[in-house]
């Protein structure tokens, strides 16, 4: 009888909340300016977050060393400051000039990829493997083609995403000293709103969800950090064109999870191309190699078990960010879904925990009656 009452109360419960949900879709115009604000903040408050964890361990460090927290986050943005000078000057420039000639020789490297997919078509090896009415080359191309123009167009809609440059780079600096000023009070000023009874819960809720993060964050950064190293000798060792490019359009696209890798070997292959196949086929292995270096060894020892997703998971969850939200939402699904995952824990051993040991002490005394 317990049991059917509580499933009724849970039933009543998801009822309330899709009515809610339903409520909420008939007034769209109350959420269009609550909305629009997000868009806005959104860029630099991820921003913000991101750099908040990977720099919160270098302040804590400066305050114990004691020095006024204020001025150690001034001393990192003046540090910071001083590794992207030297970045413009260092860098850049070399990035530069590789941007720009890809840029320039795009449609030529297309027309030297094509004509290496015309002399393995006609390669008496792929001749014998390939019936006699496919054309591989022509197909390939025809997906290429369609791949570059999906590419403008997202990068199109990177580009708007990111179009108010100005309010991203003025507030998200703004955001991040005053994250870092606060370090830990944000988590206690969440707690204060819970029932005084679970404090202690939340507290330890707050503080799971806080660590998963940091550890998810600085290990990822760590992660594709040696990732990079590992593409740019192997990019080196081989040859290949516009390696740093590709490096860091590699390291980049790795922050999306699983389809970042697979979208980033695409220009890499075609760029190998240009040189020759079998310089297509050792830039793969470089990938490969690179990319098993970093899930077998170094990404094992950098998140332990920290990051305790299941592959088929990761996969359902980029996909349902990306059609829910496009670029945000791959970039903001894995986060959210391990937050949700604590708390879900949490609750499920707080349920376990006041309601199953009772149901023993009940039978206990109902039994001493008896006797």
């Not at 361990?57 to 400066?62: A, G, M």
């Amino acid at each position: 009888m317990a049991k059917l009452n509580l499933f009724i109360r849970i039933c009543i419960a998801v009822l309330l909340v899709l009515g809610i949900i339903f409520l909420g879709t008939q007034v769209k115009f109350i959420f269009t300016p609550v909305l629009s604000l997000f868009r806005v903040v959104i860029v630099p408050l991820m921003l913000a977050v991101f750099f908040f964890y990977l720099l919160r361990p270098l302040i804590n460090w400066l305050e114990s060393r004691k020095l006024n927290r204020t001025l150690a986050i001034l001393l990192v943005y003046l540090t910071i400051a001083v590794l992207l000078l030297a970045f413009s000057v260092g860098v850049w420039p070399s990035l530069k000039s590789q941007l720009v000639n890809l840029g320039t020789n795009m449609p030529n490297v297309f027309n030297a990829v094509g004509e290496q997919l015309t002399k393995l078509e006609d390669s008496k090896l792929l001749s014998s493997l390939i019936p006699a009415d496919m054309n591989p080359a022509g197909q390939l191309m025809g997906y290429l083609n369609k791949g570059f123009s999906l590419l403008s167009n997202s990068m199109s809609d990177l580009f708007s995403f990111v179009s108010n440059f100005a309010v991203v780079l003025f507030t998200f600096p703004i955001l991040l000293f005053y994250m870092l000023k606060e370090g830990g009070k944000f988590g206690v000023k969440v707690v204060s709103f819970f029932p005084k009874r679970f404090h202690k819960e939340g507290e330890g809720v707050v503080a799971d969800i806080d660590e998963a993060m940091s550890n998810f964050i600085v290990g990822r950064v760590l992660v594709n950090l040696a990732l990079g190293v590992l593409m740019y000798l192997g990019f080196l060792l081989i040859g290949l064109p516009y390696a740093l490019l590709l490096t860091i359009v590699a390291v980049l696209m790795n922050f999306i999870p699983f389809i970042g890798a697979i979208l980033s070997a695409v220009p890499i292959f075609i760029i190998g191309l240009i040189e020759s196949p079998s310089t297509a086929v050792w830039s793969i292995v470089v990938v490969l190699v690179a990319q098993q270096i970093q899930d077998n060894l170094v990404a094992p020892y950098i998140f332990g078990k920290s990051l305790d997703i299941h592959p088929l998971t990761t996969i359902i969850l980029v996909l349902a960010g990306g059609d829910f939200g496009g670029i945000i939402g791959i970039l903001l699904i894995i986060p959210v879904y391990m937050m949700l995952k604590i708390i879900t824990v949490k609750l499920y051993q707080l349920y376990i925990r006041q309601r199953w040991p009772e149901e023993p002490q009940l039978s206990a005394d109902s039994a001493d009656e008896k006797g």
